[in-house]
């Protein structure tokens, strides 16, 4: 039975990793390490003080690492507040999830809490989840499932009666860690269940859409096992 819905956020509900990808690009680069968005597409899902930690030991840059994380943390939250974008879909997505059995509801982002307070204020959600989880405080972060586990705690159901919605491959692979069913949202096109060309990895999802418009309470039960 499902008793709880995980939110992931970046990417699934605000459109914020093109706003990532900016920031990167132009905090590592004043820091000397030059980034593509290809590059950035290497750390996408990762917690900030991971993706700084991933160039700082491959490319090496000017600065502590605390001092780029701040200022990356920074930027990233001051482009949600003045650009972010809502993902088609939420409002369906969330009435789908909470549904009439009175489902409890989650955020669970590897952002850390500035930027999550952002992009919620900036979606007009800061009073919609049951909780608000952020990994910053984890000792791992995803593709580790501390933050799933913990959020499930949280509302205080099993693992075992949640269903994620992320759109990265990185949180799909935690989800799956924490013995969660897992709904794929991918962010890339290329990677939606219509493509040829998508990420194969996604199989380990048990259902793939193209968008949280496809998330319904029927596909939340089927993918849950419920009977109903």
Sequence with gaps: MVRAVIFDM???LIDSEPLWV???I?????AGVSLTEEDCALTKGLRVDDVV?????RRGFDGAPADVEERLIARVAELVRAEGRALPGIESALAAARSERGRRIALASSSPTPIIEAALQRLGL??????VASAEGETHGKPHPAIFLRTAGRLDVSPLECVVLEDSMTGVIAAKAARMKC?????????????ATRDARFVLADAIVTSLVEVTSVLLDRVAGDPT
Excluded: I, M, Q
């Design 10 to 12: 970046d990417g699934l």
């Design 22 to 24: 900016r920031a990167e």
């Design 26 to 30: 132009e905090v590592f680069g004043r």
């Design 53 to 57: 930690a991933y160039w700082h030991r």
């Design 126 to 131: 800061t009073s919609t989840f049951d909780v």
């Design 183 to 195: 709904v794929a949202v991918p962010s890339d096109p290329l990677a939606g269940p219509s493509s």
